[in-house]
């Protein structure tokens, strides 16, 4: 997976929310508007190619100084990214270390 795809995906549009991460969107109170800003500019964190749905990975991008992390993966058919899902981890400090980079062991 690469971040241009990801970026791309974003700027066209061209994304789509799982109901988990819907879910934790909304109980982060992550606007749409925040999540395409910080994926628009994110950073793969992490990649998971043997995921048993499909190759994803985490990303980490900010709104202004707001850090959110989403997992996802990119539909083929039409080409579009699926967000599995969105949260914030700077509410979740205990788990991140290197400014929500890598995690805590």
């Known amino acids: 997976m690469d971040v241009g ?3 791309r995906l974003v700027a066209e549009g061209r994304y789509e929310f799982s109901k988990h991460a819907e879910r934790e969107r909304e ?3 992550i606007s749409t508007t925040e ?5 628009k500019r994110c950073d793969i964190i992490e990649n998971y190619p043997d995921d048993p749905r499909w ?5 980490l991008g ?4 707001r850090p959110i992390h989403a997992v996802c993966s990119v539909k083929r058919d039409p ?6 899902t969105v949260y914030d981890p700077s509410k ?3 788990h991140w270390m290197d400014r929500y980079k890598r995690r805590r062991r």
């Open 5 to 7: 795809t990801i970026h």
């Open 27 to 29: 109980a982060d109170m």
């Open 35 to 39: 999540l395409e800003e910080a994926l």
């Open 55 to 59: 190759p994803s990975c985490l990303v």
């Open 62 to 65: 900010f709104s202004g100084q």
């Open 79 to 84: 080409e579009e990214l699926f967000l599995i």
């Open 92 to 94: 979740r400090p205990e």
